[in-house]
Nanobody
């Protein structure tokens, strides 16, 4: 089994920053982050391939940066200029065809 373990969530004030980390038990082709706010569907935040190609949701472009350290099997999400609308549980996701995997999630709360 592949395990994904998130860390770095917490409570911050609007305009602040957080960095999320997700450590995988082995190398995975594409990794990323989803988030789910109360009463809303889970949505894609950002993805990154093993070669470094990235995608971002329009709502986070220019504020969030996804990166990875392949030697550590770890993906990061640097979140700057945080807004209360970013409050959600953030889930690490790994895709390694034909399988995909989920972390348990980490809470991010942005106060106004």
């Amino acid at each position: 089994q592949v395990q994904l373990v998130e860390s770095g969530g917490g409570l911050v004030q609007a305009g602040g920053s957080l960095r999320l980390s997700c450590a995988a038990s082995r190398s995975i082709f594409r990794m990323g982050w989803y988030r789910q706010a109360p009463g809303k569907q889970r949505e894609l935040v950002a993805t990154i391939s093993s070669g470094g190609e990235t995608t971002y949701a329009d709502s986070v472009k220019g504020r969030f940066t996804i990166s990875r350290d392949n030697a550590k099997n770890t993906v990061y999400l640097q979140m700057n200029s945080l807004k209360p609308e970013d409050t959600a549980v953030y889930y690490c996701h790994g895709q390694d065809f034909p399988q995909y995997y989920w972390g348990r999630g980490t809470q991010v709360t942005v106060s106004s």
